[in-house]
Nanobody, 125 residues
């Protein structure tokens, strides 16, 4: 599966953005999907994931209550709605796909086999 992330840009603190991750080559419903981000000088951080079956979601502590992950099977894409953005949310955002991940591994970047190219989000104060 090939993944293409889009929707990044510049926004003021308190604003919102919606990121999209479009899949090609395979149905996105075949995969557990995750969003991660990486800021300069920092490690890649888990943000959110949605299970292949059942739609169970999981969120990282820094974004829980502000970000929402969803899946649109008809458009073969996964979305990340980001609200109440803060300057510390500035980073390159990546979507990723993994096969048959167990619940406890959804936050582990090494478990995802496929990655999009990243989209830059900049939040100004």
């Amino acid at each position: 599966v090939q993944l293409q992330a889009s929707g990044g840009g510049m926004v003021q603190a308190g604003g919102s953005l919606r990121l999209s991750c479009a899949a090609s080559g395979r149905p996105i419903n075949s995969y557990d999907m995750g969003w991660f981000r990486q800021a300069p000088g920092k490690e890649r951080e888990f943000l959110a994931a949605i299970r292949r079956t059942g739609g169970t979601t999981s969120y990282g502590n820094s974004v829980r209550g502000r970000f929402i992950i969803s899946r649109d099977g008809a458009k073969n894409q996964v979305l990340l709605q980001m609200n109440s953005l803060k300057p510390e949310d500035t980073a390159v955002y990546y979507c990723a796909a993994g096969a048959r991940l167990i619940l406890s591994s959804l936050s582990d970047a090494s478990q995802y086999a496929y990655w999009g190219q990243g989209t830059l989000v900049t939040v100004s104060s």
